[in-house]
């Protein structure tokens, strides 16, 4: 089994959950139940470093198949016996959070239909399972788009997005998918269903009145927020995007008005199971404008990004590649950069576009960006062509090259690649992701989010090789150190998971995290919902979930993006 026989055994052990869980769940769930030891090695994995083998797969046909099944775990968990639940999309997940040893709900097999959208508003309502791109193509045909989109939204699915609370490129105007979560449909670790969404103080009293796990659960946030508020106001970082911890700082406003939808967004499953996501838009314009500009200076570099930010209108994106990609794509695929960026290489380029629905304003802005570049860059190129600005981007998108490549058994790990500092830090931040590289003898290539101050660094690692697998832990050590010392958050659109999760009592503290224990205790008090997930994480435990080896194969039917 490629190195999970170990694991494979251990269910020997669980013979109960194997057989017998399946086959109850086989006889009351629509959808299909499976115990296979193909499909069990297939869902062991996602788009993490790490390995955890399941137990049974469960394939929901609807809520309805959801619901059975939390109710059968915690009828069990009542007895005494805890069988983990985790809900899983397309199983790219970079933390782990897709990972379990118990029952795997799988959606994309059956819940995927995008089941209303209102052209008016711009409003879609869509199941957990619907493909992010499938969504996206038909929001075009609208004329609407959902920013917040993950570089990889062609194999991702909606569910994933908002479990992990994901972003990209268009997330320095737009922000992050907390954003543009309006209502959930959310199944409880009793199986009771709830609806969220935004409301008044006169209908949170009414919930704090429900004799149900669901009147209990306001009853007991509604408590533990006014009891801490003080707390719960340090918990905001000075970073663009967030999605560390659990949100609070939204919940409960001061109108009185309480909605438990910023919370689940980015909880990955560890509070309840979301069957359903109403989700706002925004208006889409394929006419943009994009500006490459190549920079010889780190310095420059951050002044371009910190001036741009200042512009009356934000650009869509302000994207980097920096020059030791370049090199390593040379290197791989030398065309892939033909025709498109010239040697000496420089040591950044930022790529900046402008989406405005206003041509005036888009004019405007690329005007005013093309003065601060000419200051600071070696040279700027701008492009509306779409043709001309797909080659340029095709320069950004060479990291997919280099996290597809091998060298011999050593592999581009996603293990350092989600920590985002103040835009203020970022030469600092790039300047000690390449000392850490040095240090660890390995050779740096860096890309992301410049805007965001969010950027990438996967270093080439063979999993097989005990030196490496010590490596790979020194430096998510080093790494988030040098995050938290930059003002930072170790998790901007790819969740805790189990990888970041030893990392997040470092990053609040005890006190706050203390508060995260409570919420979660709240909603899951037997631990049933994606138990070794962002909370009670320990370095120890992931490292013996760590795979022999690491591979994308899963991703060639399209081009693993980062």
Known sequence: YDGF??????LKIRGFMSSKVAHYLQEHLIGEVMVSADARRYFATDGSILAVVPAVVVYPRGEND????????????????????TARGAGTDQGGAALGNGIILAFPAHM???????EKSGMVVVEPGTNYGKLQQTLHTHDRFLPPYPPGLEYSTIGGAVANNAGGEKSVKYGSTRDYVRSLRVVLANGEVIETGRLSKRELNKKLGLATFEGEIYRAMDALIEEN?????????NVTKNSAGYFLEDIKRRDGSFDLTPLFVGSQGTLGVITEITLDTEPFNPATTLIMASFDSLDKLQRAVLELRELPEMPSAIEMVDGYLLQAVEKINANLLKDAVTKPYPKAILFVEFDSQSERLQKKMTKKSRKILEDLARDIQIETDPFQQTRLWKIRQSSSAYISHNEGSARALPLIDDGVVPPERLREYIEGLYQLFERNHLQPALWGHAGDGHLR???????????DRQRAFRLLDEYYNLVLSLGGTISGGNGDGRLRAPYLQKLYGPEIYALFAKVKQIFDPYGTLNPGVKMNVSLDAIKQ?????YSLSHLYDHMPRS
């Open 5 to 10: 026989s170990k694991r494979f055994s251990v």
């Open 66 to 85: 959801v619901r059975k099944v939390m109710r059968f775990t915690w009828q069990l968990a009542e007895r005494g016996r805890v069988i983990p639940v």
């Open 112 to 118: 995927h239909r995008i089941l209303e959208l209102d």
């Open 229 to 237: 508020q003080a707390l719960i106001d340090k918990i905001n970082l």
């Open 457 to 467: 660094a996967q270093p080439m690692l063979d999993l097989g090789q005990v030196g």
């Open 545 to 549: 979930q760590l795979r022999p080896s």
